[in-house]
């Protein structure tokens, strides 16, 4: 059986939400190599397979600060944490 997979424009948008939040430009990351095209693929496809969609729309609409973390539960955690951390 296969997993299903969320709207890849939504999911996008989200992943550079949360990242946004947590003080994270992916594009930056990208342009500067501190974010590989694939990886930064994977992270997107994670987000489409997540099952917390609906919660962590709900803590991006919420966030009005640079956030230290993700979303509890956040598929991508590592990565946003480890890009935070660059900056």
Known sequence: MSQHLG???RHFFMTRGVARVMGVNLGDAL???QLEPQRYADMVTRCRGCALVEACEEWL???TLISTAPPPGCCNSNDLCRLRDLH
Do not use: C, E, V
Request: aromatic share 0%; charged share 10%.
């Open 61 to 63: 609409a919420a966030q």
């Open 7 to 9: 709207d890849p424009a």
């Open 31 to 33: 342009n500067s190599g």
